[in-house]
């Protein structure tokens, strides 16, 4: 039976740079996004073909979402290149995770005197530096545009104010909070990605024909509901902090 790490494991090392088979699962996800990105733009016409209408439906319903949250199609459109990819980055990571290559290649290298297969991919969301890193950039930049829209003193006053005590330890609360979304963020979406991958090695030596093929699918739609709500729970929070009358 496969090996179960919850640290990824190290494949080489670039000076004191660690490359580890989640990173490079990462890359060649990113490097997937920005070749299909650069075809497609290319392709763009003025009356769209298939493709075209697929992507313009899904990008229409996608900002419909949004109004929905910031309540008018300028704001959608200016956040919408931050949410879009954050969603499109963490949903094809996870589903690359599932390929049968994923932890199917790998390398057979000795450690503490025994054999280890050590996988050459692992699905990105199932390292939680990489979490952790996603959510670093989803706060810090809901802070970034919560600053652009409102400026910079009216965005930390609902953070830091002496109105009176009990609004001053509402603030410091809600500073707080701000730090704690980054372990909500990053555990919500490492932990449902890592049980699943948990789960699919488990079936998969016990019976492996047949029977995990429906836990399979299970995962695909698991992998687009844990970055939808990723993507919308930044969007809310985004909403929240450009919004002047969200500061008070």
């Known amino acids: 039976m496969t090996e179960i790490s919850i640290k990824a494991e190290e494949l080489f090392h670039i000076g004191a740079f660690s490359v580890t088979n989640s990173l490079v699962l990462a890359v060649i996800t990113l490097l997937t996004l920005l070749i299909v990105a650069v075809v497609l733009h290319k392709k763009i016409a003025l009356v769209p073909g298939k493709l075209q209408s697929v992507f313009e439906l899904l990008i229409e319903q996608l900002l419909g979402v949004m109004d929905s949250v910031f309540g008018n199609r300028h704001a959608s459109e200016k956040y919408f290149p931050l949410i879009a990819t954050v969603f499109l980055f963490i949903m094809i990571s996870n589903w690359f995770g599932l390929l049968p290559i994923v932890g199917a290649l790998g390398l ?141």
Request: glycine share 6%; no cysteine.
């Open 108 to 248: 057979h290298t000795v450690h503490d005197g025994h054999e280890v297969f050590v996988p050459l991919l692992r699905a990105p969301a199932a390292d939680l530096n990489f979490t952790i890193a996603l959510a670093i950039i989803s706060v810090f930049a809901v802070q970034f545009f919560g600053i652009l829209a409102i400026g910079f003193f009216k965005h930390f006053s609902k953070y830091f104010t002496l109105k009176n005590p009990i609004f001053t330890f509402v603030g410091l609360l809600e500073f707080v909070a701000e730090f704690v979304k980054i372990i909500s963020f990053s555990f919500r979406l490492f932990g449902n990605v890592f049980a699943g991958e948990v789960l699919l090695i488990i079936i998969g030596f016990l019976v492996p024909y047949g029977v995990p093929l429906p836990f399979l699918f299970l995962e695909v739609f698991v992998g687009f509901i844990q970055a939808f709500i990723f993507a919308m729970l930044t969007m809310v929070f985004v909403a929240m902090a450009v919004n002047e009358e969200s500061a008070h």
